[in-house]
């Protein structure tokens, strides 16, 4: 009796074993599926991984490697300097400008060495005991010049350009203006010669061959070929000369 109960456990130990080993299996199966899920799953999701780090690295990686970022002294040599802005405006700008006049200030005098002269009467000129002429000078240069003023006109004679009697004294019936002549023009100062055979004997009567004149400021001389007679008495004032005018 004993014997049967002592088989009898026994018999349900080792089924009472069995089914738990039964009942293990599906749990360790279940246990390694799910490690393999597992696996799978980080296998997928480093592969998923991965890839978009792989093809993002590539994609960023392609414009580094073809366009290169540029030095500063690269993009300093490459864009233009503010001084070479500068300095090609006004050259753009001044291609399409009008150009601009000279104003009076700007121009150089009417020497002499500018201009030709005549001396002339003018017609319907005189007084009791004198006469009016026409000093006359043209600007024959190339360029604009600036006159303004009384010129120095004096007798000479001689043959030599000598100097004759005193210079002319200034008749300020006339103001001055400011000329510009150009090239071609003419101006004209009146000139008022008193008849030298007025004064008698104490004139010191002599031929003149004609006027040293003297443009306004310069120092350089026209000789103007005009008939009269002068007086050598360095007392006796024959000349009266007006300011230089335009010729219209």
Known sequence: MTSKKSTSAVVLGITAVALALSACAPSSTTGT????????????????????????????????????????????????????SASSAPAS?????????????????????????????????GAAGSIYAGV????TSDAACKLAGYPGVSFVGGGTGEQVGVPAQRDTSQ???????KPGQSAQARL????????????????????RVFPPSATDALFLPYTANACGNPKIVLLHVGAFQPVR
């Open 33 to 84: 599926a799910a490690s393999s899920d597992s696996a799978g799953a980080s296998v997928s999701a480093s592969s998923a991984s991965a890839a978009p780090v792989s093809v993002s690295g590539s994609s960023s990686a392609a414009p580094a490697s073809t366009t290169a970022p540029s030095s500063p002294s690269a993009s300093a040599s490459a864009s233009p300097s503010p001084s070479a």
């Open 93 to 125: 700008s001044g291609s399409t400008a009008a150009p601009s006049t000279p104003s009076a200030g700007d121009l150089p005098l009417c020497t002499a060495s500018r201009l030709s002269g005549s001396a002339a009467a003018l017609p319907g000129g």
């Open 175 to 181: 103001a001055p203006v400011a000329i510009t002549l």
């Open 192 to 211: 008022q010669i008193t008849r030298a055979e007025n004064y008698g004997q104490v004139c010191n009567l002599q031929p003149a061959d004609g006027f």
């Open 136 to 139: 006359t000078v043209k600007n």
